[in-house]
């Protein structure tokens, strides 16, 4: 009987030392390109900040606001939360060169959502 709650016990603290493990690794962002690089510092510092709050601690509302994120990279935003510098989003799935030029241009415009274009009329 003693044999049984020795394995146990090994077993259990085995699995709870894996689990504690494999919760503090965390993925570095990529190292961004030079050419994200140079996007990114087109920002004031007042916009890099203002981003990264928006990153940070932003709803689905105010990031779906962002051109190119829909629910879906809302989410996956949310769920690599923390970041420590906006180009750290590079490192979420579905976020690449583009999507990124598009929050930068979003947060130079004074995060104010593009206007949508009036559909033309048709010629009488």
């Known amino acids: 009987m003693k ?30 390109s030079a050419k994200v690089e140079a996007v990114a ?9 203002q981003l990264l709050n928006l990153l940070n601690q932003g709803d689905d509302a105010a990031l779906m606001a962002i051109p190119g994120i829909g629910e879906v990279r809302a989410a996956a935003i949310k769920k690599a939360r923390p970041y420590s510098g906006v180009t750290d989003v590079l490192g979420v799935s579905g976020i690449g060169e583009g999507t990124f030029a598009g929050m ?21």
């Open 3 to 32: 044999f049984f709650v020795c394995l146990l016990s090994v077993l259990v603290l085995s699995c709870g030392i894996g689990a504690a493990q494999g919760t503090t690794k965390s993925k570095a962002p990529p190292k961004p």
């Open 41 to 49: 510092k087109t920002m004031t510092a007042d916009q890099k900040a």
């Open 104 to 124: 930068v241009e979003y947060a130079r415009a004074g995060f104010k959502k593009p206007e949508k274009k009036a559909a033309a009329k048709p010629a009488p």
